[in-house]
């Protein structure tokens, strides 16, 4: 399975966000999957270097206040035109920012379900909104992630949560779509005592005064919604009764030097020691150094960190807080405290206190938050919401649009799509209301309408100057929005209607040049810049026959109509034209000799060009394409080509099952 992961934080990045993407990315390739990161791209200062190709990064902007976070645009030519050549069979969005509008965007452009684990209870960060806390600022921004987090919630195929507690305040929010409990995994291994790095330990004993301490620790961002303040504060009480015990905070965030100075304020220099923040590697180390892990934090969505300190083979004390329960047993692997007295007492009586038992049954319960429980769990909710996205699309209403075209509304479950078609293209596809197509059917008619719009640019284009085939072909391709078959469709629509003509701009270019004073060898270097093949300008420059022009075209013809193999008889016309315009014969010359030619085109040889231009069409793109994109993009193709879309479709029954064995 192709599976986008969208996240606004992502390694290098320290936070519950960044290690849940990418555990959740190894885990799924491990298993045989395909993962494209999509997140913001590393700040300017950064040298971190990416662990592989599939991470996909887009300029964000850095939330100084939110640690650890960026901003992006919500959307990307670059990162959608990289979207469609991965051919993701679905997009897991780990975010509500940019990042994730994008993901949701590229969702309803790729037609595929969408998932969104909702990480964060955001009505805790309010206080980084509201300046001043504000009360009447802060409630109105709790109201707003409110509405946010249920327009997010009820719009994906299946939501995501860490923990029940989190997935009760979104009911409260008035969220009505499935919700999934799934606590993020962690890569357990790691943390072991059995992989204890001593040579770094000894390092952070040394450079910290640990030898012979009762060390309690807390790791995570250092930011108000964690209350380190409260930790600090007992530990001024703590070393009163025992001087033996001190504190390591490691982590980064903006509340660091308020709190250092706080520190200094309670003269607790020699006690508690701020680390700043460590790269994942080295974060075990400073658990399998502590006796204790603590943390005064109630915004915690499922509580990562306390997994990794019980996974190291410490004890975990927490403020209590009920997304904890089941991860954090009282008396069993921890302790819960309920305020700043009640953490002073517990953390000395435990200093005293042997701690085999707790160490023991810590090491064992976490054991159940591993990172293969946590794949299991996210495949069946991705295969649920594969399950629910259904591919049927029923015609609602073709209602009349500038010129000659419809935009036609195709309706599945609450979900619309509109598509603005020609009334030609309408008729072929014999569409009308109440009609019910495929997603083969729909990606094809999506194709249309892109051809349609592809070439109504080139028409634009072209009326501000004139173009060359290549010129024209690489101005569609920089655009971005549209694939290798839809412009190879557009330029032959283009040169059928002799809009683009490289004979006729060699020709004008010649005839401008001379006028201009330009030597004949710079015109010939400019030409083949322009992208005009020698051929062509050897051609005209060629001392051509007029009394031979006409025997000549006849013979041409009658040659591409011997050795044609693939065209049916419209389009092999048009290309007979084209080669005869393309070889600087008239259009009186051109014409007659068509008229006079006897085309005969008896349906077994037209199937049997057909055929052959299937076979040709699906070789070219059958490793390009998923099958049932492959499938539309050949059906589009051969339609456009001139054929019958009843022959088409006759063709690809009896051909697609033998070319997919």
Known sequence: MNIALFSDTYLPDINGVATSTHIL???????????????????HDSDYQDEDLYILRLHGLDLKKLYGYRASNIYSFKGMKELKEFQPDIIHIQTEFGIGIFGKIAGEILNIPVCYTYHTMWADYSHYIAPGNIKAVDYAAKKIIEKISKIYGDSCSELIVPSQKTADALREYGISNSINVIPTGLQLDKFSVNNKNQDYMNKIITKYHLQDKFVVTFLGRVAPEKSVDLLIEAMADIVKKNSHICMLIVGGGPQIEELEEMVHQYQLDSFVYFTGPKESELVPSFYHVS????????????????????????PVLARYDKNLEGVIINGRNGYFFRDKEDLVEKIIQLSDAPLDELIQNATSDAQQYS????????????????????????????????????NVAFQFDNHQVIINLSSQVIDRYGLNVGQVVDREE??????????????????????????????????????????????????????????????????????????????????????????????????????YSQDLEYDKAVEIVKKLYNENTSKPQYALIQNIKNKLFNKGFSQDVVERAINDFDFVFPKEHTKKLLTKEYQRVYNRYKNRYDPHILKSKVITFLVQKGYEYDDVIEIIRELWEDNND
């Open 371 to 406: 990172s293969e429980h946590f794949y299991e769990k996210i495949m069946k909710t991705y295969h649920k919401a594969l399950s629910k996205h259904h591919y049927c699309y029923e015609v609602v209403s073709l209602t009349p649009d500038k010129g000659h075209t419809y």
């Open 291 to 314: 006796d204790l892990f603590v943390s005064a934090s109630i915004t915690e969505t499922q509580g990562l960190t306390f997994i990794e300190a019980m996974a190291s083979g410490i």
């Open 25 to 43: 990315k190894k885990e799924l390739k491990k298993h045989g999957h395909h993962v494209l990161i999509v997140t913001t791209m590393l700040p």
């Open 442 to 543: 729909l990606d094809a008619l999506k194709d249309q309408e892109q051809v349609a719009r592809a070439y109504h640019l080139a028409l634009k284009y072209l009326t501000y100057k004139d173009y060359s085939y290549a010129k024209m072909q690489k101005k569609l391709s920089d655009k971005g929005d549209f694939d290798d078959i839809q412009i190879e469709m557009t330029m032959e629509l283009l040169v059928q209607k002799n809009l683009i003509d490289d004979v006729e701009y060699t020709k004008n270019y010649f005839q401008k040049a001379k006028r201009m004073g330009v030597g004949v060898n710079k015109i010939i270097f400019n030409l083949k810049r322009e992208g005009i093949s020698p051929f062509v300008i050897d051609e005209y420059l060629a001392d």
